[in-house]
């Protein structure tokens, strides 16, 4: 059980709801991570346009990084 709560969408801010709404669109759902870490939206929005920068560019495919980060959460025993 996570010590830190999970945010829904009605918990934030606009901005914040928009990238929420992003993900749904995208995945269906928005990652656990993020919505921990939503509870800070200024450091939600930085991490958010890191992680679009690394799985949106470069030479490996985006479902090859994908995968990396699932196994690598599996390994770890974590909830993704």
Not at 34 to 51: C, K, L, Q, S, Y
């Amino acid at each position: 059980m996570p010590r830190i709560t999970r945010l829904d969408r009605a918990q934030l801010d606009a901005e914040s709801q928009a990238i929420y709404d992003h993900y749904m669109k995208e995945r269906g759902n928005v990652p656990n991570m993020f919505r921990t870490v939503a509870h800070r939206p200024e450091i939600f929005r930085t991490m958010i346009a890191h992680f679009r920068a690394v799985m949106e560019s470069g030479t490996v495919p985006k479902k090859l990084k994908e995968l990396a980060v699932v196994r690598t959460s599996q390994l770890n025993s974590c909830e993704y």
